[in-house]
């Protein structure tokens, strides 16, 4: 008797380890996946806050041959007759105000004109007096997208800054820039895009960005959709190899891959350096950041050392590196105005760590945005078995956003949801929910921990009630041969 109590005692001690160890393990790899999906659904929340830009869809022979369109005599006669523009007292300048300003203001109208562009002339008022804009336009051609504007636009006023009325050629600050868009404008204007492009002249800019502050904040994004703006100021000067630095702020930095793209795939021979997350405020770009609206600012790496003096003139400037300047910003305009935008979807529910039980009906929601064409077919299909196999659950559904879901039986607690959208370019975009569970039935319900312990306990238990029961067959057996006394 006190044998068998004693493997009683430890099949028992056995099973308490066994169930306690199990148990452990059990919570452990619970807790281990459910701190796995928070934070993929964190990285994910967190990744909503980062505008990923328009795809970039590679080298386009098209495209390539517009690039190779910009003209090293083109560039350096714009940015010579710029320099040259004098006030009424024959003082070469472009000052904000002086006669020599409102003859570039025509100049550049008459310039933009003749490549058979929409241009008007926008007037504003601010602290110093009156000044002008100098807009043109290159409609899109496609009726769904021609409200999505690129502007691509540059400074026209120059200055001294060591005397109010004196000499101010500006032909790096910036009549490079403004050589820059209309030789890109020069090109562009002979060929269609699906989008609009803008190109821009800004006034006032070296007393305090008025122009584009003025234009940035009456924009009405019911009537327009500004997708980028990308300033060019200053970009003629080279030295030590150094050349031009592209600056964005934190939600327009898909603007700089965007360009960095461009560069590599048309091998554009140029010293680029991108400064992501940039607080660069002196140029025209900030008064699209202040308005919410991504931007860009392209400016020599080293600055050139007559700027906002007499002896900033065109002889001092590396003509080449404005012309591959120019056709890297063709290049990148025109992929951005042209380009097929596929459509995005986020699942709203069911979210991870979600219970959903059988046969009940659920809501799974979603938020789209339809890209460059129109949503046409929503399609939902669910897993059990981490995405080895998809089962529909409706397909060529209308977007409206939800579907009401009656929830299968499942032999297994985990489950996600996917959504597949498509437009009518057959372009399309997907979203996978975080893992969530299906109830079991109340009489299939296991306890964590639990039963396998107790199985390997029950066995054990046979094992020794039949090992003892063959002991004591034994012993009877042996009282019988032995006589007693």
Request: glycine share 6%.
């Amino acid at each position: 008797m006190r044998n068998r109590c004693n493997k009683l005692f430890v099949i028992l001690f056995v099973f308490f380890i066994l169930s306690s160890t199990f148990s452990m393990m059990t919570v452990n790899f619970l807790s281990i996946e459910d701190e796995t999906e928070i934070s993929l659904i964190e990285s994910l929340e967190a990744g909503e806050q980062i505008n990923e830009g328009p795809l970039f869809s590679g080298y386009d022979p098209v495209i390539h041959q517009m690039m190779n369109e910009t003209e090293d005599s083109n560039i350096y006669d714009y940015i010579d007759t710029l320099q040259n523009f004098e006030n009424e007292d024959g003082i070469r300048t472009r000052r904000d105000g002086t006669l020599g300003f409102e003859k570039a203001v025509n100049w550049t109208s008459h310039k933009l004109n003749s490549f058979g562009l929409d241009v008007f002339r926008q007037n504003f008022t601010y602290s110093k007096g009156e000044s002008s804009n100098v807009i043109a336009e290159l409609s899109g051609s496609d009726p769904r997208l021609e409200d999505e504007t690129y502007i691509i636009g540059a400074h026209l006023d120059s200055i001294n800054s060591d005397e109010e009325n004196k000499s101010a050629p500006g032909a790096d600050d910036n009549g490079s820039g403004i050589a820059l868009i209309l030789e890109a404008a020069r090109i562009l204007s002979q060929y269609e895009f699906n989008r609009t492009i803008r190109f821009a002249a800004w006034g006032a800019e070296e007393l305090g960005l008025h122009g584009s502050s003025h234009y940035a904040s009456n924009i009405d994004p019911t009537e327009e959709d500004i997708r980028g703006k990308f300033n060019y100021d200053m970009v003629g000067y080279e030295e030590d190899g150094l050349a031009i630095t592209h600056h964005a702020n934190t939600q327009s930095n898909w603007m700089l891959d965007y360009k960095s793209k461009v560069a590599k795939s048309y091998d554009i021979d140029i010293n680029f350096t991108y400064e992501y997350d940039s607080n660069l405020t002196a140029s025209d770009h900030s008064s699209f950041w202040n308005e919410g609206y991504d931007a860009t600012l392209s400016i020599e790496t080293e600055f050139n050392p007559h700027y906002h003096s007499e002896e900033d003139t065109v002889d001092k400037l590396t003509i080449p590196q404005i012309t591959k300047l120019t056709s890297h910003a063709v290049g990148t305009i025109a992929h951005l105005a042209e380009e097929e935008e596929p459509p995005s979807v986020e699942l709203e529910t069911p979210k991870g760590g979600e219970s959903w039980e059988p046969h009940s009906e659920e809501g799974i929601t979603w938020h789209t945005k339809k890209g460059s064409r129109n949503i046409t077919g929503i399609d939902l299909k669910y897993t059990l078995d981490n995405g080895s196999s998809w089962t529909n659950i409706g397909t060529n559904l209308n977007d409206t956003g939800s579907y009401l879901w009656t929830v299968p039986e499942s032999h297994t607690n985990e489950a996600k949801i996917q959504i597949i959208v498509y437009d009518d370019h057959e372009m399309s975009a997907h979203d996978i929910s975080g893992s969530f569970t299906i109830e079991k039935d109340e009489d299939e319900k296991e306890i964590p921990g639990f039963t396998f312990p107790v199985m390997i306990f029950g066995v054990l238990l046979a094992l020794i009630l039949h090992s003892d029961e063959q002991l004591s067959k034994k012993q009877n057996f042996f009282e019988t041969l032995v006589p007693t006394r």
